[in-house]
């Protein structure tokens, strides 16, 4: 008997796809713990990988099982991260044709570099798993290297048309402290999450200002250690990586920053960005004191690619004349967040596509759907 918690909820059906010599079709657990932090947070389960998690009485929806088409409208999805390529999966089980087209050279969105990020080389299969399903659905067009503006959209004749354009990091520090910019917020060597991993030429000492408290703060810090500078890791919160006493990786994340020589400075925010300094001030009591900088990195928020949807929606008239009958924005398009949240979002837009009952009107019971009197609908 061989028992396993976290790839259970990640695949359900693991054993009997092993059984079946089905192992392509196994979604693995990537480890990131999200399902446990739901149990912390008094919120229904949540699974990176499997957006059906929770969902099996509350919405009727079957972890392998979804329901036909229920037109012959075509899809087109733009943008092939995570939300991008779960709505082009499910939209393809579901029988739609659609075409996903992404504007850069390989699909995967974020997660191509952030899975390439110290510790986090399995998150990579949430990509890996949905294109390895895709290849098998010869309703599905992938197209990449081609970025779309709003006339090309109207002009290719599709019906439902999903924006998963993503998001990037803010690099003015806005976020859950600052509601403006930081005075000095354009002085050099200021850098985001997207610059690091892109490549960006680090200057110590690196000071690391987390104001998102989740995992990309003290993984860019593991990176600029692991390059030989000294890091300064700085954070709003009164530990480092706070949110991740969600997942349970709080005090090992922390552990691990003390081991590899990291300055942590706790509960403190910047006040002002100098050429080669910064002021900090206490959240408590507002003391003030200067650190020598070189590279700034910001991990504070960040903002929905939205750009294309807004002109899409401006202008109902010439979305009709095109023939579109929805345009709708999934993912971090719709509202930058979690991984989990992504594919969760693409999911849900998928299984809701061309039903007649929106899925979120049930009463939430825990009980099945169909054997509530108030349940206006049938059980998709």
Known sequence: FIGAARPSIADPFL??????????????????????????????MR?????????????????????????????????GGPAGLEASRALGQRGYAVTLAEAGTELGGHLNRVSQLPGLSTWARVRDWRIGQLHKLANVEIFLDSKLDANQVREFGFDHVAIATGSSWRGDAMGSTHRTPIEGIHEKGILTPNDVMAGAELEGPVIIYDDEHYFMASVLAELAASQGHKVVYVTTAPDAAHWTHNTMEQSLIQKRLIEMGAELVMGKHIAQIGDQEIELACNFTDNRSWMDRGSLIMVTMRDAHDALYSELVADPAALETAGIKSVTAIGDCLAP????????????????LD?????????????????SNDWPGELP
């Open 15 to 44: 054993p009997r796809k092993v059984e079946e010599g089905r192992i392509d079709d196994i979604r693995e657990c990537i480890g990131c713990n999200i399902c446990v932090s739901a149990d912390f947070m008094n919120m229904p």
């Open 47 to 79: 699974c990176t990988q499997n957006p059906t998690t929770g969902e099996e009485w509350r919405r009727g929806w079957h972890p392998e099982q979804i329901a036909e088409k229920g037109s012959d409208g075509r899809v087109l999805v733009v943008g």
């Open 337 to 352: 967040g979690l991984i989990a949240a992504a594919v969760y979002s693409g999911h849900k837009y998928a299984r809701e």
């Open 355 to 371: 039903t007649e009952v929106p899925i979120d009107s049930p009463p939430f019971r825990r009980e099945v759907m169909g054997l």
